[in-house]
């Protein structure tokens, strides 16, 4: 294939050669690589941009995945097409066949009418699935015709529909331990598994953090310009296990808070300032606790194993010892 033709206006990372993945000014989303890493990424991207396989993207929960998927479009020759995205292990398994391949009307109880999937509006384009390794089994068939034939089938329909689409997808978890665990089918993995993108976390590409947070920083309606050397020196000390995620949400914190031009450390969310020692008890003194309702402390539980399950619902479902759908309604009834 050959490479995408630039735009006279359209500027490129001076590392990589690589059109941003959007505008810098939406979100601060842009290709930010000053790291040795994440410049070996991007230039691996651009290969992988003028091949038309699948892509398998692995990294931390909020290390970026979706950014560098959205790069990897902007670079191909589908730039112009859709990039449809969906996060598999966000929608229940009720849902997610329809979602993904649309369902005609009377297919099952509330479809009125008939509704084209995820596939057929990305046509022409790319289809980024996040956390592809929480799709059912039972999709798993579905989604490797789909790669082999070019061809889906809606819900309830007894004829297929021919699509164009590069399949993107992004996991946290070790693809081919799920294939030892009969979780994962081994002709899905080994037919996706083509390319490879692995993105460091954060806390591995130290030189990355400032040129992000600056960005995220200039994309908030903010008196604050610049974060002052301490502040700095304390983001760039923090270890982010949410990764560029928990940067963005720590510099909307700051930016929210800031009332002058320039952000200090008292400024960043606590969790980020490094820790004070504790004050030890005085002798007798009785440990206090926080009092709330058990539906409290059960809200705080749940997500906090869903965090540490990188938001895979799944993984976080089986270690509750609930099932999958049961997780997704208690979630969705904490908002």
Known sequence: MEPVERKPEQVVCRHCGLLPATSPSRNGSQVVCESPKMQELFQRTARFARNDAPVVIIGES???KEVVARTLHANSERADEPFVAVNVAALPDELLESELFGHVRGAFTGALQAKEGLFEAADGGTLFLDEIGELPLALQAKLLR????????????????????????????ALDELVQQKLFREDLYYRLK??????????????????????????????AVRFSPAAERVLQSHRWPGNVRELQNAVKHAAALATGPVIGPELLPEEVQ?????????????????????EEVE????????AA????????????????NTLWRKLKRYG
């Open 299 to 306: 809200r705080e539980y749940v997500l906090d194993v869903l």
């Open 62 to 64: 909020g290390s970026g």
């Open 146 to 173: 789909a790669l082999q034939e070019g061809e889906i089938r809606r819900v309830g329909d007894t004829r297929s529909r021919q699509v164009d689409v590069r399949v993107v997808c992004a996991t946290h978890r």
């Open 274 to 294: 490094p820790a004070a020692p504790a004050p030890s008890p005085a002798p007798g003194e009785k440990r206090k606790i926080a009092l709330r309702t058990l």
């Open 194 to 223: 083509v390319l490879t993108l692995r993105v460091p976390p954060l806390r591995e590409r130290v030189e990355d953090i400032l040129p992000l947070a600056r960005g995220f920083l200039a994309a908030e309606r903010t008196p």
């Open 309 to 324: 399950c990188g938001g895979a619902m799944t993984e976080a479902a089986r270690v509750l010892g609930v099932g999958r």
